[in-house]
């Protein structure tokens, strides 16, 4: 039996619209990452340039494997061994919203370890993007009761979950190039 603050999430996702929920991380802005309209009006709402990237959420490698043609073994390795929420940055998207897509045709993309998140992608089939709770160039909210007016009235859903928590982590980005990796985000 699926809960109320899954299934009302769902529908936002299906109807394009966006979603304030809680993550692994920070309480996250999204929507359905393969739907380019969903996506726009994301940025819309942060107030942010469509060149700068944002983080994808997918609840497997199997999930992952469907938007990524090649997996670097080294990338697998890191997600299964990371002890901390870890975005890898890929080559060569496929099937992802044309706007989620970086101009060097890169994404990224994270496996959360949020059992909300996870339900949530997997009851929805598909990719969420998941970008902080926050107007571009403003400090990243790190509980619920610093997400700003404009965010909190510019969602179409606000999960009902985890308002209390306080969290100041934001994950680790890696950029695999060939054999080496980037660490672009601590």
Request: hydrophobic letters at 40%; one cysteine or more.
């Amino acid at each position: 039996m699926f809960n109320t603050a899954l299934l009302d999430a769902l529908k936002v996702l299906q109807n394009k619209q966006i979603l304030l929920y809680p993550t692994d991380t920070v309480w996250g802005l999204g929507c359905d990452a393969t739907c380019d309209e969903a996506v726009a009006k994301i940025f819309e709402l942060k107030n942010r340039v469509e060149s700068k990237s944002l983080v994808i959420l997918v609840s497997s490698l199997e999930m992952l494997n469907s938007y990524i043609e090649t997996i670097p073994e080294k990338a697998i390795h890191i997600i299964t061994a990371s002890e901390k929420p870890t975005t890898i940055i890929y080559n060569n998207p496929t099937r992802l919203a044309s706007n989620t897509i970086s101009s060097d045709n890169t994404i990224a993309i994270r496996i959360p370890t949020h059992d909300y998140c996870l339900d949530l992608i997997n009851l929805f089939g598909k990719p969420i993007v998941s970008t902080s709770a926050n107007i571009s160039g403003e400090a990243t909210p790190k509980s619920f009761s610093e997400i700003s007016q404009p965010i909190l009235e510019g969602v179409d859903y606000i999960v009902n979950l985890e308002r209390d928590k306080i969290t100041d982590k934001s994950s680790t980005i890696l950029k695999l190039i060939g054999e080496d990796i980037e660490v672009i985000r601590d």
